[in-house]
């Protein structure tokens, strides 16, 4: 299983970005996906989740400005990013909770599977 996170970049403040994070492999079932980050010096921090079924969940810090969504076609979570802040600048991590199709061809439990960051730096 592969998460392929993109759509980092470099923002001024009051600006938009929108990441992707694409999931591949022998995928059973999706339970749900989210986004962390993580900024120089502090610990990984959950930004926003959401569920098969649609159910999100947000930080407080970016209510109002992150929106979370999903495509279960694609096997894919957005995360919408308006309003940046300078304190938004980090590493953003997609991260997917994945029951697994074995060797057996039987689906494992759920495991959380990472991709590798993509970098956010709001700046003026």
């Known amino acids: 299983v592969q998460l392929q996170a993109s759509g980092g970049g470099s923002v001024q403040p009051g600006g938009s970005l929108r990441l992707s994070c694409v999931v591949s492999g022998r995928i059973f079932r999706i339970n749900n996906m989210g986004w962390y980050r993580q900024a120089p010096g502090k610990p990984r921090e959950l930004v926003a989740e959401i569920e098969s079924g649609g159910r999100t969940n947000y930080a407080d810090s970016v209510k109002g400005r992150f929106t979370i969504s999903g495509d279960n076609a694609k096997n894919t979570v957005y995360l919408g990013m308006s309003s940046l802040k300078p304190e938004d600048t980090a590493v953003y991590y997609c991260?997917?909770?994945?029951?697994?199709?074995?060797?057996?061809?039987?689906?494992?439990?759920?495991?959380?599977?990472w991709g590798e960051g993509t970098q956010v730096t709001v700046s003026s």
């Open positions: 991260k997917a909770n994945i029951r697994v199709i074995g060797a057996t061809g039987l689906p494992g439990d759920g495991k959380d599977h």
